[in-house]
């Protein structure tokens, strides 16, 4: 039996809508995510539990989860071990997607 990876660590990602992802960037600075998250046209993916629980992030539930990940975020220039971390990925039709990862 093969070892599923969380989307973070490699792979292709399949979407909630089952739509095929490549990453294009790994860990991506927080002001990437702040960005994202600020935006309501961005697609943004979150998957909890260290990436197997995938869901879209909406647009009125974006502030709160960037004071949660603001505050705990693992990247580039960030110290310490944050409990979240963002990747950027892209499907075939060119269309990009933040994808958000949160491990306890």
């Given at each position: 039996?093969?070892?599923?990876?969380?989307?973070?660590?490699?792979?292709?990602?399949?979407?909630?809508?089952?739509?095929?992802?490549?990453?294009?960037?790994?860990?991506?600075?927080?002001?990437?995510?702040?960005?994202?998250?600020?935006?309501?046209?961005?697609?943004?993916?979150l998957?909890?539990?260290?990436?197997f629980?995938?869901?879209?992030?909406m647009?009125?539930?974006?502030?709160?989860?960037?004071?949660?990940?603001?505050?705990?975020?693992?990247?580039?220039?960030?110290v310490?071990?944050?409990?979240?971390?963002?990747?950027?990925?892209?499907?075939?039709?060119?269309a990009?997607?933040?994808?958000?990862?949160?491990?306890?």
């Amino acid at each position: 039996m093969i070892e599923r990876l969380s989307p973070g660590s490699g792979g292709p990602l399949v979407d909630p809508d089952d739509v095929v992802w490549s990453m294009t960037k790994r860990h991506v600075d927080l002001r990437v995510v702040r960005r994202a998250l600020r935006s309501d046209s961005a697609l943004v993916l979150l998957g909890e539990g260290g990436g197997f629980d995938l869901h879209w992030v909406m647009p009125d539930q974006r502030l709160a989860l960037w004071e949660r990940v603001r505050r705990d975020y693992h990247g580039p220039d960030c110290v310490g071990d944050g409990t979240h971390a963002g990747y950027q990925f892209m499907n075939q039709d060119g269309a990009r997607m933040l994808y958000l990862e949160r491990w306890c």
